[in-house]
C-alpha cells in the first residue's frame, strides 16, 4: 500500500477524489523521491560522462513509477479514487531540451546506463526555455516560447559551481541535477544541467522567440540551439558550447582526484563521450585545465585527453558538421583559440600535404569533428551503413590514418519507454506469452512461436485496434483533432527536412486524392499522420510544412474525399505525443533519401510496437531489414551507393525526372488553383520551384517506385491476419534495437566501466 490517500489528507487536507491533477503530480513526485532516496549508486573507479547539448527526456513520472516497480500500483491506487493516471501524467510539463534523435538518444542513453548499473552521468546544459512550441496558424508554422521550469520539478539545484573564463568576463555556473533512476532499482545515476544564476527570461521580446543575442550573462542558457543564422547566433552557440565543456571538464576532473586520481592517470577515472560535436571543444579545455591547473606539460596533457574523450558521430550533413572561423572562438575564449592552434601545428607537422585532416583550414575555419577524431581514441557512427559510409567517404582520409580508432554502435532505444511505459497494452501480451525475463534482457525472439496461433494473432489486432481509440481520444481531448479509429493509421513523425522527404509522402498525397477523385476508393479509409517541427531559419521546410497543411485542409473540406483520406499534422510533436502515436501506427514511414540518415530510432520504436515499415535502404533500416527478412518489411528506393555516386558525378537531374508524365501532374498539383485558393502563393510556388530545378534531396528519385509501393501496402492490410503475423515477427525482432545492447556495446569498446 503507498497510502496515497493518506498522503493527500496530510499535505493538501483533502481526500485524492478532490485532488486537482496538478497536486496528484506533486504528491507522486514526493513518492518517487521517496521510494529512490535508498537506491545505490556505483561508486567504481572508472566514470563515464555522456557529454550532450541535448538531452530529450520526455515526462519523467511514469518512466520513475515504471523503473521503481510501483506503477501498476499507483495506477490502481489512483482508480479506486476514481483518478486516471494517464489525466495526471498531462499535468506534467514535458522538458522540450532536445531537437530530435540526437538528443532522445541521449536520454535512452541515461536509462540504460542506470539500468545497467554502470557508474555514468549525463553533463549538458539546464535550458530556461526548450525548442520552440510549434503552432499553426494560417497553414504556416509559427513559434511561442516554450517554458519548461515550473515547480513543482524533478530538478534539484545543488552547492557545486565552477569558473568559467570567457575572453571578456568570467562566469560562475550553478549545478542542477536530475536523478536517473535504472530499472528494478538497479542503480541510480544523474543527468546534470549546468546554468547560470544571471540568467534571465525578462530579455524575451513578448510571446516570442527573440531576445537580446548580446546580452551573455543574461541569454546563456535561456534557450536551446538559438538560432545561428547571423554572427551573433553564432557567437552565442560558442558561449554555450564552452561554458557547457568547461564545467564538465573541471566536474570530471575533481571527481577523479575524489576518487583517488593524481591526474596524470586521468584515464583511468574518467571517460568522457561526445555526443556529436558539439561538446569537442572539452578537448582543448582538459588540456587548459591539465596545463594551468594541474602543472602538466603541454605534450603529456595532449596524451591524457587523447585516452579520455571519445567521439560519436550522428550525421553526414555537410551543413551539420560544425566549422567555426577561429576568430569567433578567439573572441569568446582565447585560451582555447590558442590551444586549438597548437594542436592543429601538431597536426600540419605530421601531414603537411594532407589538408583535409587539417584542425584550422585555409580560410582560418576550426572544423570540430577533426579535433575529436585527432585527439579522442574512438570515434563510432550510430548504424552499420552510416559507420561503413563514415571509413569508406566522409572520413576515408580519417580512417586511413586511424583504422583502429572507427567503430559502429547501432543505436537503440529503451523497451521501459517505449514499450513498457507507452504500451502497457502489448506489454502485458508479451509477459502472457514469453515470461517477463525480456524486462531486463531485450530478447522477444520466443514470440515467433505465437505466429501460427490464430487467437495470438486475433489479441494483436485487437491490441492495436485499442491503441488507435486511446490515440483518436488524446487528440481529442488534448488537440480537438478527430480521426477514424478504424482507418489504416499511417505516421510520419520526425523532424523536417527535405532528406526525410516529408515532401515525397505528400506528393503522394496528392496522387491519392486525385485517385479517390477518379473513383478509385480505399476499401478501409487511410489517415496519413505528420509531426515535427521545422528548424525558423529553414524556408523549404516551411514551405513543406504549409504544402502538407494546405492538403489536409482541401481534402478535409471535400466530402468525396474526406470519408476516405486524411491528412493530419500533430501541433507540436514532442516525445509525449510519440508515445501515442506510436502504438497506434499501422504504418512507419522511413523513407529518407538513402545515405543521408544516419540511423533513424523512430524506425525502432514502430517495429517495437508492431508497425510494418516502408522503408529505403538507409540508416538502421537496412538492419532492420535484415532482421524480419524482406517479406516482413516494404522498402524501395535507390541504394545508398547510387546516391553517393549521383551527388560525386553531380548528376542528379530533377528537371529530367519532373517531365515523367506520372509525375509532372502531381508536382504540377502544388500550384494549382484547388491549393492556391487554401494556401499562400509564395510558399506553394518557392516549394514547386525548388521541386523542378533543384530537388537537392532527390524527392522525386524515388516517387514512382513509392507511390507503387503505398499501393501494395494497402493492398496488403487489408488481409488483417497476414499483417498481423508480420506485425508479430517485428516485435520478436526488436531485442537488438534495445538501448541495453547499445549501451553493453559502448562499455565493452569503449568505456569499459566495472558493473
Ligand atoms: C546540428 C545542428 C547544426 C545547426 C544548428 C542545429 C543543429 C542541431 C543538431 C545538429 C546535429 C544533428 C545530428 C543529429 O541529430 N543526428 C541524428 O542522430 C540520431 C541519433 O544518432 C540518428 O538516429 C539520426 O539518424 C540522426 O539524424
Known amino acids: 500500500?503507498?497510502?496515497?490517500?493518506?498522503?493527500?489528507?496530510?499535505?493538501?487536507?483533502?481526500?485524492?477524489?478532490?485532488?486537482?491533477?496538478?497536486?496528484?503530480?506533486?504528491?507522486?513526485?514526493?513518492?518517487?523521491?521517496?521510494?529512490?532516496?535508498?537506491?545505490?549508486?556505483?561508486?567504481?573507479?572508472?566514470?563515464?560522462?555522456?557529454?550532450?547539448?541535448?538531452?530529450?527526456?520526455?515526462?519523467?513520472?511514469?518512466?520513475?513509477?515504471?523503473?521503481?516497480?510501483?506503477?501498476?500500483?499507483?495506477?490502481?491506487?489512483?482508480?479506486?479514487?476514481?483518478?486516471?493516471?494517464?489525466?495526471?501524467?498531462?499535468?506534467?510539463?514535458?522538458?522540450?531540451?532536445?531537437?530530435?534523435?540526437?538528443?532522445?538518444?541521449?536520454?535512452?542513453?541515461?536509462?540504460?546506463?542506470?539500468?545497467?548499473?554502470?557508474?555514468?552521468?549525463?553533463?549538458?546544459?539546464?535550458?530556461?526555455?526548450?525548442?520552440?512550441?510549434?503552432?499553426?496558424?494560417?497553414?504556416?508554422?509559427?513559434?511561442?516560447?516554450?517554458?519548461?521550469?515550473?515547480?513543482?520539478?524533478?530538478?534539484?539545484?545543488?552547492?557545486?559551481?565552477?569558473?568559467?573564463?570567457?575572453?571578456?568576463?568570467?562566469?560562475?555556473?550553478?549545478?542542477?541535477?536530475?536523478?536517473?533512476?535504472?530499472?528494478?532499482?538497479?542503480?541510480?545515476?544523474?543527468?546534470?544541467?549546468?546554468?547560470?544564476?544571471s540568467v534571465s527570461g525578462d530579455i524575451i521580446k513578448e510571446d516570442s522567440i527573440h531576445f537580446d543575442k548580446e546580452n551573455i550573462k543574461e541569454n546563456l542558457t535561456l534557450f536551446l540551439y538559438p538560432d545561428d543564422s547571423d554572427r551573433q547566433g553564432y557567437l552565442l552557440r560558442i558561449y554555450q558550447q564552452y561554458f557547457m565543456v568547461s564545467n564538465a571538464a573541471q566536474l570530471a576532473i575533481q571527481e577523479a582526484v575524489e576518487r583517488g586520481s593524481n591526474i596524470h592517470d586521468l584515464a583511468e577515472y574518467v571517460i568522457i563521450q561526445i555526443n556529436d560535436t558539439h561538446p569537442a571543444f572539452i578537448i582543448p579545455e582538459l588540456i587548459r585545465l591539465l596545463v594551468?591547473?594541474?602543472d602538466i606539460s603541454f605534450d603529456e596533457s595532449v596524451e591524457i585527453v587523447k585516452n579520455v574523450v571519445a567521439f560519436t558521430n550522428h550525421t553526414i550533413l555537410a551543413e551539420a558538421l560544425e566549422k567555426w572561423p577561429i576568430d569567433y572562438i578567439q573572441e569568446v575564449a582565447p585560451e582555447i583559440a590558442a590551444i586549438i592552434q597548437r594542436l592543429d601545428a601538431l597536426i600540419?607537422?605530421?601531414?603537411?600535404?594532407?589538408?583535409?585532416?587539417?584542425?584550422?583550414?585555409?580560410?582560418?575555419?576550426?572544423?570540430?569533428?577533426?579535433?575529436?577524431?585527432?585527439?579522442?581514441?574512438?570515434?563510432?557512427?550510430?548504424?552499420?551503413?552510416?559507420?561503413?559510409?563514415?571509413?569508406?567517404?566522409?572520413?576515408?582520409?580519417f580512417y586511413e590514418i586511424y583504422p583502429n580508432k572507427f567503430n559502429n554502435k547501432t543505436n537503440g532505444i529503451t523497451f521501459r519507454r517505449w514499450l513498457m511505459a507507452s504500451n502497457p497494452m502489448l506489454t502485458e501480451f508479451i509477459d502472457q506469452k514469453i515470461g517477463t525475463n525480456w524486462h531486463q534482457d531485450a530478447d522477444l525472439t520466443k514470440l515467433l512461436d505465437e505466429a501460427n496461433d490464430e487467437q495470438s494473432i486475433q489479441e494483436l489486432q485487437e491490441i492495436k485496434q485499442?491503441?488507435?481509440?486511446?490515440?483518436?481520444?488524446?487528440?481529442?481531448?488534448?488537440?480537438?483533432?478527430?480521426?477514424?479509429?478504424?482507418?489504416?493509421?499511417?505516421?510520419?513523425?520526425?523532424?523536417?527536412?527535405?532528406?526525410?522527404?516529408?515532401?515525397?509522402?505528400?506528393?503522394?498525397?496528392?496522387?491519392?486524392?486525385?485517385?479517390?477523385?477518379?473513383?478509385?476508393?480505399?476499401?478501409?479509409?487511410?489517415?496519413?499522420?505528420?509531426?515535427?517541427?521545422?528548424?525558423?531559419?529553414?524556408?523549404?521546410?516551411?514551405?513543406?510544412?504549409?504544402?502538407?497543411?494546405?492538403?489536409?485542409?482541401?481534402?478535409?473540406?471535400?466530402?468525396?474525399?474526406?470519408?476516405?483520406l486524411q491528412v493530419e499534422f500533430i501541433e507540436n510533436y514532442n516525445v509525449g505525443e510519440a508515445e501515442y502515436l506510436i502504438p497506434a501506427a499501422d504504418i512507419s514511414e522511413q523513407i529518407s533519401l538513402a545515405s543521408k540518415e544516419a540511423s533513424g530510432t523512430g524506425n525502432m520504436k514502430f517495429m517495437l510496437n508492431g508497425a510494418l515499415t516502408v522503408a529505403t535502404y538507409d540508416g538502421a533500416n537496412v538492419e532492420i531489414a535484415e532482421l524480419v527478412g524482406e517479406e516482413n518489411i516494404y522498402t524501395f528506393g535507390k541504394s545508398s551507393d547510387e546516391i553517393v555516386r549521383l551527388y560525386e558525378e553531380d548528376a542528379y537531374d530533377a528537371e529530367g525526372l519532373y517531365y515523367n508524365e506520372k509525375i509532372k501532374h502531381l508536382v504540377d498539383f502544388i500550384i494549382s488553383d484547388e491549393l492556391k485558393a487554401i494556401g499562400n502563393q509564395e510558399n506553394l510556388h518557392r516549394l514547386h520551384h525548388d521541386i523542378i530545378s533543384k530537388d537537392y534531396f532527390m524527392a522525386l528519385i524515388d516517387l514512382e517506385e513509392f507511390i507503387n509501393l503505398k499501393e501494395e501496402v494497402y493492398e496488403d492490410y487489408e488481409n488483417q491476419e497476414d499483417w498481423t503475423r508480420k506485425a508479430l515477427v517485428n516485435i520478436a525482432k526488436a531485442g537488438f534495437f534495445s538501448s541495453d545492447r547499445t549501451i553493453e556495446q559502448y562499455n565493452d569498446d569503449i568505456w569499459k566501466l566495472e558493473n
Open 1 to 197: 500500500m503507498l497510502n496515497l490517500e493518506e498522503k493527500a489528507k496530510k499535505q493538501f487536507n483533502k481526500s485524492l477524489k478532490d485532488a486537482s491533477e496538478q497536486e496528484i503530480y506533486k504528491l507522486l513526485l514526493d513518492l518517487v523521491e521517496e521510494k529512490s532516496a535508498a537506491m545505490p549508486t556505483n561508486e567504481s573507479k572508472r566514470k563515464m560522462y555522456y557529454v550532450s547539448s541535448e538531452f530529450l527526456i520526455g515526462k519523467l513520472l511514469s518512466n520513475n513509477l515504471l523503473n521503481l516497480g510501483i506503477y501498476d500500483e499507483v495506477k490502481e491506487e489512483l482508480a479506486k479514487h476514481g483518478k486516471s493516471i494517464e489525466e495526471v501524467e498531462e499535468a506534467e510539463q514535458e522538458p522540450s531540451l532536445g531537437n530530435g534523435g540526437l538528443g532522445r538518444l541521449a536520454a535512452c542513453f541515461l536509462d540504460s546506463t542506470a539500468t545497467l548499473g554502470l557508474n555514468g552521468d549525463g553533463v549538458g546544459l539546464n535550458y530556461h526555455f526548450g525548442l520552440f512550441r510549434q503552432v499553426f496558424e494560417n497553414n504556416q508554422q509559427n513559434y511561442r516560447p516554450d517554458a519548461w521550469l515550473a515547480e513543482p520539478t524533478w530538478l534539484n539545484k545543488t552547492d557545486t559551481s565552477f569558473t568559467v573564463p570567457f575572453g571578456k568576463f568570467t562566469l560562475e555556473s550553478k549545478l542542477y541535477e536530475i536523478e536517473v533512476l535504472g530499472y528494478q532499482q538497479k542503480t541510480k545515476n544523474k543527468l546534470r544541467l549546468f546554468d547560470l544564476e
Open 292 to 294: 594551468y591547473k594541474h
Open 348 to 397: 600540419k607537422e605530421e601531414y603537411p600535404h594532407n589538408p583535409a585532416v587539417h584542425v584550422i583550414d585555409g580560410h582560418q575555419t576550426v572544423h570540430m569533428a577533426h579535433i575529436a577524431i585527432h585527439f579522442g581514441f574512438s570515434v563510432n557512427g550510430v548504424s552499420a551503413l552510416h559507420t561503413e559510409i563514415l571509413k569508406e567517404t566522409e572520413l576515408k582520409n
Open 466 to 564: 485499442s491503441n488507435k481509440v486511446r490515440l483518436a481520444n488524446h487528440l481529442e481531448r488534448t488537440k480537438d483533432v478527430s480521426i477514424n479509429p478504424n482507418s489504416i493509421i499511417d505516421i510520419h513523425i520526425k523532424r523536417i527536412h527535405e532528406y526525410k522527404r516529408q515532401q515525397m509522402l505528400a506528393l503522394y498525397i496528392i496522387y491519392k486524392y486525385k485517385a479517390i477523385k477518379d473513383g478509385h476508393i480505399p476499401e478501409t479509409p487511410i489517415t496519413i499522420i505528420y509531426g515535427g517541427k521545422a528548424a525558423p531559419a529553414y524556408t523549404i521546410a516551411q514551405d513543406i510544412i504549409h504544402l502538407i497543411l494546405t492538403l489536409s485542409e482541401l481534402i478535409a473540406n471535400d466530402p468525396d474525399v474526406s470519408p476516405h
